[in-house]
């Protein structure tokens, strides 16, 4: 028997199932919101206490039998192929199986095709994906792959990033059925990213058909969470928004544009350089920085005050998330240009990063206006020696606990920082990339280079 507040009796079955149990088994009944704060009225509780008796000594489920079940492939027929494919549409749809958007038909053929992408088995066991718990193998990859457009060459990227995702420190779980809006941002770095046409330049968080890998794969990690994971709004995700979640954010670093002694991403992870590499980070806040043009002392100063203010807003979950060395703050993404200016002027990485540690601090005052009086105390008292009362805060422990990484085009103009987390204290994890056989590989290459043209060099 489960008790919850209203709203929620749906995220419990869902839940209940992760556990190996249907959905509709558990005896669910539904109290008041009122019931759950400070002071409130507790008389639902006597006034319906045969009710919960009644499901803690006598209600049995409806469904006994135990076992595996394994999903069975489909035929969706119409007049002709686009009448069969606008049916499959609606089906999906009914059947909660799709994102909402058109869909691919993941037939065995295309599926097949797909997997060429990974020497892995079919049936390979990936991960467990929450809050459903169902489990994605190789296989349930492709497919969610297949229906979204997606490539052969992709798969090491969805597999690696589910592996990422599903590291226990990175708290999926809490990512698929929170009512924030935090979503999986997934940076690839090594030489696989260019060959996929991954894109680490213009437009690199949006649309562009010249490097169009980044949609597909996020959208199919989207797919994943829902299909395999039940993260279906307002039964497994209750994320009050759900902002940016048909395609999350996908893009490589732009390593080739990186200046003279700064280490990509990868590195800063603790991978070997060259490695392909997948980050996967908990990306909840976009903003857009104006005016990142470096090419003189005084205008460097001037990008590290205006970045500093746009990272350092009071945010609830910002001390929380900074009092953890383990966890990072955000992550400031920078175009080739910004980042040579920077160098330019004998600027490192790691004191860019210290820079922007520094000028994000944020004032006694707003912290006092914008936290509640107990948040303040829990943070000192986990981290008084950097979160000191009376004194501005930064926005985590050390400058550490920021990622820079770098990507946006042969521009400077306009920069951009992703904060992340929210209230929950997510990681950020890292895996490498698999790929198949190199002769596999290649074959693989060349028949995307025949199918779209070589690479462009924009």
């Given at each position: ?15 209940y199932?992760?556990?190996?149990f ?23 509780i ?18 006994k ?17 686009e009448?069969?494919?606008s049916?499959?549409h ?5 059947y ?5 958007l ?8 295309r ?7 990974t020497d892995?088995?079919?049936d ?6 929450l809050?459903g ?12 792959l ?10 090491p990227?969805l ?9 226990p ?8 059925a ?17 060959q ?16 169009p ?6 959208r ?15 039964i497994?995700?209750?994320s ?9 954010m ?10 003279s002694?700064w280490?990509p ?11 392909n590499?997948?980050?996967v ?40 998330c900074?009092?953890?060395e ?10 080739r ?16 990063r ?7 601090k ?13 948040y ?6 986990q ?9 501005p ?5 050390t400058?550490?606990?920021?990622v820079?990484?770098i990507?946006?085009g ?28 190199k002769?596999?590989?290649d ?15 924009i």
């Amino acid at each position: 028997m489960v008790i919850t507040r209203e709203g929620f009796s749906q995220v419990v079955c869902n839940s209940y199932a992760a556990l190996g149990f249907p959905a509709e088994a558990p005896w669910v009944y539904e109290f008041p919101n009122r019931m759950f704060v400070a002071d409130s009225d507790l008389s639902p509780i006597n006034e319906n206490i045969d009710k919960i008796i009644y499901g803690l000594t006598k209600w049995e489920p409806k469904r006994k039998t135990k076992g595996i079940t394994a999903a069975q492939k489909i035929t969706v027929k119409g007049k002709d192929y686009e009448d069969a494919l606008s049916k499959m549409h609606y089906m999906f749809l009914r059947y909660m199986w799709s994102d909402g958007l058109p869909l691919f038909p993941p037939t065995e053929d295309r599926v097949n095709w797909i997997l060429r992408g990974t020497d892995l088995s079919r049936d390979t066991v990936v991960a467990r994906i929450l809050p459903g718990g169902r489990i994605a193998s190789v296989e349930s990859l492709a497919i969610s792959l297949a229906m979204t457009a997606g490539r052969p060459e992709y798969l090491p990227v969805l597999i690696a990033a589910i592996e990422a995702f599903t590291e226990p420190e990175f708290r999926h779980d809490w990512m698929n059925a929170t009512t924030g809006s935090v979503y999986p941002g997934v940076i690839v770095n090594g030489p696989m990213a260019k060959q996929i046409r991954l894109n680490s330049g213009y437009s690199f968080l949006g649309p562009n058909p010249n490097f169009p890998a980044g949609g597909p794969i996020g959208r199919a990690l989207r797919i994943v969470f829902m299909d395999v994971g039940g993260a279906i709004p307002g039964i497994g995700s209750l994320s009050i928004s759900g902002v940016n979640r048909y395609t999350n954010m996908v893009f490589a670093e732009d390593e080739d544009s990186l200046p003279s002694g700064w280490n990509p991403l990868s590195v800063d992870r603790g991978f070997p350089k060259g490695e392909n590499v997948v980050t996967v980070v908990p990306a909840c806040d976009y903003q857009h920085v104006m005016g990142a043009n470096v090419s003189t002392e005084e205008s460097l100063r001037t990008v590290l005050g205006t970045y500093g203010r746009v990272m350092g807003y009071p945010n609830t979950g910002m001390g929380r998330c900074g009092v953890d060395e383990k966890k990072m703050s955000g992550m400031v993404l920078l175009p080739r240009r910004t980042a040579s200016g920077f160098a330019e002027l004998g600027w490192s990485k790691e004191d860019v990063r210290k820079g922007l540690w520094e000028n994000s601090k944020i004032s006694w005052s707003e912290i006092k206006s914008a936290y509640r009086d107990d948040y303040i105390k829990s943070v000192i008292e986990q981290a008084g020696d950097v979160f000191v009362e009376g004194k501005p805060w930064p926005i985590s422990r050390t400058p550490e606990q920021i990622v820079i990484a770098i990507a946006g085009g042969d521009q400077s103009g306009h920069a951009s920082y992703v904060r992340f987390g929210g209230a929950s204290n997510y990681e950020v994890a890292s895996k490498g990339i698999k790929l198949p056989a190199k002769e596999k590989w290649d074959e693989l290459l060349q028949e995307a280079e025949k199918e779209m043209g070589p690479i462009p060099l924009i």
